[in-house]
């Protein structure tokens, strides 16, 4: 991740994160697109994993950083290292 960053002049995003945060998979199906990207790459996956939370909700980032973003809420961006 560094060297994408660090790599372009103007450290312009070259990669995204989709994060549906604790969304019900209803309110997720809106992003038609980020969905369908999603149920492609990480379904499949999470489909093949033993715990039954990561299956089910498996459009939902299986480890949540909650901490982490309440301390970066009010940031208006955040340095990636």
Do not use: G, H
């Not at 945060?21 to 990480?42: G, M, N, P, R, S």
């Not at 499949?44 to 970066?72: C, G, H, M, S």
């Amino acid at each position: 991740m560094a060297m994408i960053l660090n790599n372009t002049i103007d450290q312009s995003a070259k990669r995204f994160v989709i994060d549906f945060k604790d969304w019900e998979q209803e309110k997720a199906t809106q992003y038609i697109d980020c969905f369908k990207l999603i149920e492609t790459k990480v379904k499949p996956e999470r489909d093949k994993v033993k715990r039954k939370t990561y299956r089910e909700n498996w459009w939902q980032f299986a480890e949540k950083a909650v901490n982490l973003y309440k301390q970066i809420a009010d940031l208006d961006y955040v340095l990636a290292t």
